[in-house]
């Protein structure tokens, strides 16, 4: 029963936590998604794969899961902080786009990107930024009213002072010890890691994105978008929420240190980081254009798929070094597991083995041990003394968590293959070896392999 036995690292509290749902059968999750000004890169996409087998894993422990990823489509300035240009606006105006259809068009992309890597739509709830203004400008008064926020020249800003327990987050990554220098200086700021909640159209801009506000005309802070999205959605308190290590020190904290303030509860149970993806050793950054999207890997020939499975073979986290050999040799096992995936005669009577099944689900119930869980499917699949039909329907079991999207394929197997498999059970029978060996090449050129098994000799489709 996994259910009770789901273990999570927690980066607030530097704890692994057995899993306590704060409603009883449903699971809430935030994960912050995709800014949408370019289209996500691998690194990106990690974080998606992850939230996924999250979801997974809850699905299948019983839960129903409640999982928003957020659009944001508005406010997340470069740099991260207070001072930098608009993402999305910037983009709309150096491309000349106009800029609900840049958004529309990186929207659909994204979709297209998760269905690529097996992540069903329909299990998440999308919201955009631009959709929850109302709920963004609610959740400011109630923070004035409350005492937390203040206004200055360009914008409503959030007064850190009154948040004892601000930063909490701050361990998780290195990075914050570089804090001091990121943080802007803004001489009204009343202190250095304030952050703005609302940020008002400067009157040189001519600015694409602005809604009025009881403050005066501008957008949201970033940081605002994802509580009043999460909350909108999801309630007070969530179980888990999401995100790439990057945003701990500043998004997340600002995240928690308004959230709780505006509710005086608990924001979130579990926060859960996923590390980086570099490319050959060097940043992937949408902003550089040092990156490889989904359609580079299918102009590789590579299965978008493998990259799931590249994730899967490392701990979210432990930071990822992407190379061309790497993906090649996730791609080698994808087909392989695919392979694994024909079959001959009805597996309606074949029973799946359930002791890997349950030793493969507590690893990943083990703060999602995936690495742990694919050597155990290879150490099971290379068996020889279980039947090919078991793998099949072991793995397709297996696959409901991994989300490797492999499919049951009957073998059809065409006469002549037959006909010279046939001649081949007949050499070997004979033990005239050296014609059995001739005749398994006869066979591969017709791109089906001959294997033999202590069970005895099958015959599988080779995949391309
Ligand atoms: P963005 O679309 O730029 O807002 O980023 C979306 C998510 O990707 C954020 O959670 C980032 O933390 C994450 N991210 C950005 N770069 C990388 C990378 N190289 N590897 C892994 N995750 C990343
Ligand atoms: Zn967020």
Redesign the pocket.
Same mark, same amino acid.
């Given at each position: 029963m996994i259910k009770n036995n789901i273990t999570l690292y927690d980066s607030l509290s530097k704890q692994k936590k057995v899993f306590l749902p704060i409603s009883k059968n449903v699971v809430k999750i935030y994960s912050?998604?995709?800014?949408?000004? =370019?289209r996500?890169? +691998?690194?990106?996409l =990690?974080?998606y794969v992850f939230a996924d087998t999250l979801n997974r894993l809850f699905r299948e422990a019983g839960f129903k899961v409640k999982h928003v990823i957020n659009l944001?489509d508005v406010g997340?300035l470069f740099g991260d902080g207070d001072t930098g240009e608009d993402?999305i606006e910037k983009e709309a105006k150096d491309t000349n786009q106009n800029i609900e259809s840049l958004i529309i068009n990186l929207i659909k992309v994204f979709n297209s990107d998760l269905e690529h890597l097996n992540i069903s739509l329909k299990r998440y709830n999308f919201t955009r930024a631009t959709s929850y203004i109302k709920e963004q400008v609610s959740l400011i008064e109630r923070l004035e009213k409350k005492g937390f926020a203040y206004k200055i020249s360009d914008g409503m800003y959030f007064n850190v002072q009154k948040f004892k327990s601000y930063g909490g987050l701050a361990g998780v990554s290195k990075s914050i010890q570089q804090e001091g220098k990121r943080v802007e200086i803004n001489k009204e700021k009343k202190g250095p890691y304030d952050f703005a909640l609302w940020k008002f159209s400067k009157k040189t801009e001519n600015r694409l994105q602005e809604w009025s506000s009881p403050w005066g005309v501008g957008f949201p802070g970033w940081h605002t978008e994802c509580c009043a999205m999460a909350s909108s959605v999801l309630g007070k308190s969530i179980d888990l929420h999401t995100?790439? +290590?990057?945003?701990a020190p500043t998004h997340h904290n600002n995240e928690i240190a308004q959230q709780e303030s505006d509710t005086g509860q608990v924001f979130v149970n579990t926060w859960m980081h996923?590390?980086?993806?570099?490319?050959k050793g060097a940043?992937?950054?949408?902003s550089d254009g040092n990156i490889i999207n989904i359609d580079n890997l299918i102009e590789n020939k590579i299965d978008p798929v493998a990259l799931r499975y590249l994730f899967l073979t490392i701990h979210y986290k432990t930071p +990822?070094n992407y190379t061309d050999e790497s993906i090649k040799a996730a791609n080698l096992s994808i087909k392989e597991l695919k392979n694994y995936c024909f079959y001959k005669s009805s597996l309606f009577f074949v029973k799946k083995d359930k002791q890997v099944i349950e030793q493969i689900k507590k690893a990943v119930s083990h703060d999602i041990s995936t690495p742990k869980a694919i050597a155990l499917l290879w150490e099971f699949l290379k068996d020889d003394s279980i039947k090919r039909s078991t793998k099949t329907k072991t793995i397709l079991e297996i696959d409901k968590i991994f989300g490797l999207g492999l499919k049951k394929k009957k073998i059809k197997i065409p006469n002549d293959v037959f006909i010279l498999f046939k001649e081949r059970q007949k050499a070997r029978e004979n033990q005239d070896w050296k014609k059995s060996d001739i005749l398994r090449e006869k066979i591969k050129v017709k791109k089906f392999n001959v294997v033999d098994t202590s069970s005895g000799t099958d015959l599988f489709p080779i995949i391309d």
């Open positions: 912050c998604g995709p800014t949408l000004y =370019r996500a890169h +691998i690194g990106n =990690r974080g944001t997340h993402k995100g790439g +290590i990057d945003l996923t590390e980086f993806v570099a490319l940043k992937l950054s949408k +990822i």
